[in-house]
């Protein structure tokens, strides 16, 4: 395609480092849609005849066609998705597939094509993130009333319910769909009519492609538009992000599956045995998940380097842009398919939660509280007291509620027998009343708030 003046060949190793056909062949979608609203426009501002766009309207379709039965052919010699799909154009059609690239070039055409790219797998992330977010709505509402152990330092804090738990991955989850649905809106904008990076003579217009391909409105700079690859950036941020979070939820996981813990079961489906130890169950799917959550930051920052000092516009450093972009969306979308399917089947053991809950003196500062708010005491003071409480309930081997009045009194003389009505775990949570807080009333009014708001972006 550009042999006009070279006299020898590539050598084989360059032409295996410059080929980018084996990972870009999956923009092929993306490079024919691009191609048509192209072609469409140079025929309607006159650049090309109108039976010429017709034919190579027509001829990009069967391309397409060969390319969604055969699959896009791997010809190292013709480097990119763009010179691949053009060489199959012109065997279709000929010597008129060449008027094909008049006021463009690969660089605002790759640009095009990956925006497109990036755009689709926004939306399909997106799709992924809301079904995991109903998932975990449909388990907080079985679960809105079922108390576990809330953590601080993996130590047992204060009794929280499971659906409130599962209801901060949803919080988390919103957020990550909104970084996706900040990052989509930045990226509508269409690159292509930029050509190489100073634009073109011919007089070409910019809004007809920018519409036909679904952008909001062209590129305003044509250095910026070859050069950007914050788009692509931006979907790593947001992912790795996005996979942080996933990674949590898997730990978790991790964590209750335990023998320790027993707090969930996973299913069979979401399983593995072992090889040697017949009595294994292994979380492998949520481990892979957090592992994932790695890989992806890696791809982040394989683009960040890639980015990092290029002088504008284009360089083919630029092309190493694809390859983590690609591995980074089929990593996510495993770990999100493969969370939700976690979440819907889990058998959570609530006896476990709430015998953990109950064991571990989680209502400690609903005594101090009570302590301030019914004898008046300091909360400093009614800390200290408190602690002497846990302290003769753990000699005692008791919980706090089992602990006798007298026993409690021993310790305080101001403590009454209207402190048992806060000492056990379903007090505790039910308390919890302020907005945000894990009162089973309040879980689920913020389950039904979250259920109204379920709209895709
Ligand atoms: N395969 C190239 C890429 O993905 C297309 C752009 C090539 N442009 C160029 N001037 N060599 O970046």
Redesign the pocket.
């Given at each position: 395609m550009w042999g006009g003046r070279f006299a020898e060949g590539p050598s084989a190793v360059m032409r295996e480092i410059n080929a980018?056909i084996p990972f870009?062949k999956r923009l092929w979608q993306q490079d024919i849609a691009g191609s048509k609203a192209h072609v469409a426009m140079l025929a309607a501002q006159g650049i090309v005849s109108a039976e010429d766009a017709r034919t190579i309207d027509a001829g990009l379709d069967a391309v397409a066609a060969d390319y969604a039965r055969d699959g896009v052919p791997e010809n190292l010699a013709l480097?990119?998705?763009?010179m691949v799909t053009e060489n199959a154009l012109a065997e279709k059609i000929g010597a008129v597939a060449g008027r094909l690239h008049t006021a463009r070039?690969?660089?605002d055409?790759?640009a095009t094509d990956?925006k497109l790219w990036v755009r689709d797998a926004i939306d399909e992330v997106d799709a992924g993130l809301a079904a995991l977010q109903k998932a975990l709505l449909d388990r907080a509402h079985d679960h809105a009333d079922s108390v576990m152990p809330g953590f601080t330092h993996l130590q047992s804090a204060q009794p929280v319910t499971l659906g409130h738990h599962l209801m901060a991955y949803y919080e988390m989850i919103a957020r990550d769909r909104g970084r996706f649905a900040d990052a989509r809106a930045r990226l509508n904008w269409c690159p292509l009519g930029a050509a190489?990076l100073a634009g073109t003579g011919f007089p070409i217009d910019r809004e007809a492609t920018a519409q036909a391909l679904g952008f909001d409105e062209p590129t305003r700079n044509s250095l910026d538009s070859v050069s950007d690859r914050d788009f692509a950036l931006e979907y790593l941020t947001a992912a790795t992000q996005c996979a942080l979070h996933l990674s949590r939820l898997a730990e978790e996981f991790v964590i209750w599956a335990s023998q320790p813990f027993g707090f969930v079961a996973l299913s069979d489906q979401w399983s593995t045995g072992s090889s040697i130890m017949p009595q294994k169950r292994n979380p492998d799917a949520a481990e892979l998940v957090r592992g994932h959550a790695g890989r992806i930051a890696g791809c982040m920052t394989s683009l960040m380097m890639t980015m990092k000092g290029l002088p504008l516009a284009?360089s083919?450093d630029?092309?190493d842009?694809?390859p983590p972009v690609f591995e980074a969306h089929d990593l996510i979308g495993l770990a999100i398919a493969a969370m939700t399917g976690m979440v819907e089947s889990a058998s959570f053991r609530t006896d476990r939660m709430r015998a953990l809950a109950e064991s571990g003196f989680a209502t400690a500062t609903d005594l101090a509280d009570w302590l301030v708010r019914e004898a008046g005491l300091p909360f400093r003071e009614a800390h200290h007291v408190t602690g002497r409480v846990v302290a003769l309930a753990e000699q005692e081997g008791v919980t706090l509620d089992r602990l006798t009045l007298d026993q409690l009194k021993s310790v305080d003389t101001r403590i009454d027998e209207r402190v048992f009505e806060v000492l056990s775990v379903d007090a505790s949570v039910a308390s919890r009343m302020s907005f945000g807080g894990t009162a089973p009333e309040r879980v689920r009014a913020a389950i039904a708030e979250a259920r109204k708001n379920q709209e895709p972006h």
């Open positions: 980018s870009d480097e990119d998705i763009h070039s690969r660089n055409q790759v990956f190489a284009y083919k630029m092309q842009d694809k």
